[in-house]
């Protein structure tokens, strides 16, 4: 049977000075900077990873492993952070994640070798993940239904810029050195955990009662697998294709990477302008219709490149067309898809978030690494392992339970 849950209790514990100011719209810009701050972990760095054998020794196979260190403590740090969330204070977390963060930067700068900054880069994730971890659950305490589902678009609009702008200032801090944007990391980070520490009133409380959650809970709830899943397969199909299109587009079509940025540029700004008219289309049409809608609406778009990919098609403006629909599906999906996700894990809002999160890495992961030998052999191959990803976000909608108002 269908989970049933009222949404306006799910508010309940909202404490009263949350809705007698606008400290609020503070605590969501610095929860923001929080979230931004992790995922720049990875692209502010990038520009510096080819140059770091010449300076810190080691292979360029090594220099990789500085990302995936970082991406692999993400995921411990994900597990971790949402089962302390579950148990302490959020708001003390942060701040201290941040810090933590910041230190690990430094330490990274001061790197005496390429070993030693690869270990250090696992410690770096890891401290990374908290705000990612609280941030829903927060918003979903600061603000009702329909400003929360707002709120979390207008979040994913905003991290959806990093991967586009922070390797532009990657390179631009490689003037500083190979380490400067390690140093870039740590001085924000430091200002961001104190802002948060001062403003620490305006983030919500732990609510005054804890259930008793648990990951095992979390996956044995269908209900709330159906949205974190559902989410899951929805953006990874979206990124497996975004990871592959480079090489596919050079590599088997001939082309430059100006192809690739034209269309990743075309998607990101049809999935900031559905993500940020989602809250609106959810109240409009009801959340749960967008969310199948958008599910769909990303799903077709990628059938659509399969479908073009297997006439012979191969002209770069038809692809980012074709792309549009997949981005703009996302948009609409999202927001809703993760806030009912937090709800769905009944007030175990960061094991629930976190469990979302590495839903999406580990279906991101697996399927980038089945299209890995096939992404040289044209867009076809590619497209069709994006949109049978996709395609399983609409089957667990339609076969798996949900909230019920």
Not at 179 to 194: D, E, M, Q
Request: glycine fraction near 12%; proline fraction near 6%; hydrophobic fraction near 55%.
């Amino acid at each position: 049977p269908a989970q049933k849950l009222d949404l306006n209790a799910a508010f309940a514990h909202k404490p009263a000075s949350m809705k007698q100011t606008a400290a609020p719209a503070l605590a969501f810009a610095l929860l923001i900077l929080g979230t931004t701050l992790g995922i720049a972990g990875t692209d502010l760095v990038l520009p510096a990873v080819p140059g770091l054998p010449d300076v810190l020794g080691g292979s360029a196979a090594m220099a990789q492993l500085v990302l995936a260190a970082f991406v692999a403590g993400g995921c411990v740090g994900l597990i971790l952070f949402g089962e302390l969330g579950a148990r302490l204070d959020q708001r003390g977390l942060l701040v201290t994640s941040l810090i933590a963060y910041a230190l690990v930067s430094l330490a990274c700068a001061l790197a005496p070798s390429l070993p030693s900054l690869v270990g250090l880069r696992f410690l770096h994730g890891l401290s990374s993940s908290a705000a990612a971890v609280f941030a829903p659950g927060m918003i979903r305490a600061m603000f009702s239904e329909a400003r929360a589902v707002r709120a979390i678009g207008f979040m994913g609009s905003v991290e959806s810029l990093v991967p586009a702008l922070a390797p532009v200032a990657g390179v631009w801090l490689l003037a500083f050195g190979w380490n400067g944007s390690f140093y870039a990391l740590a001085g924000l980070s430091l200002l961001v955990a104190a802002l948060i520490a001062h403003q620490r009133g305006a983030l919500p409380p732990p609510p005054p009662t804890r259930g008793k959650g648990s990951y095992i809970r979390l996956l044995r709830n269908p209900v709330f697998l159906r949205y974190a899943l559902s989410q899951a397969f929805t953006l990874g199909g979206l990124l497996i294709f975004v990871f592959g299109a480079p090489a596919m587009m050079t590599k088997a079509l001939g082309g430059t990477l100006s192809d690739f940025i034209l269309m990743q540029v075309t998607g990101i700004a049809f999935f900031i302008f559905g993500a940020n008219i989602a809250g609106k289309l959810a109240e409009m049409i009801g959340a749960e219709r967008l969310i199948l809608a958008g599910s769909l609406l990303s799903a077709l778009g990628l059938a659509g490149l399969l479908a073009y990919g297997l006439s012979g098609g191969s002209a770069p403006l038809a692809i980012a067309a074709l792309f549009v629909p997949v981005n703009l599906g996302l948009g609409f999906r999202g927001p809703p898809g993760f806030f009912r996700a937090v709800v769905a894990s009944e007030g175990d809002d960061a094991r629930g978030a976190a469990l979302v999160i590495l839903f999406i890495l580990g279906t991101t992961a697996i399927g980038t690494a089945i299209a890995a030998p096939y992404v040289t052999l044209g867009l076809a191959p590619l497209a069709g392992i994006a949109a049978a990803v996709s395609c399983l976000s609409a089957a667990l909608l339609l076969a798996l339970p949900k909230l019920e108002n």
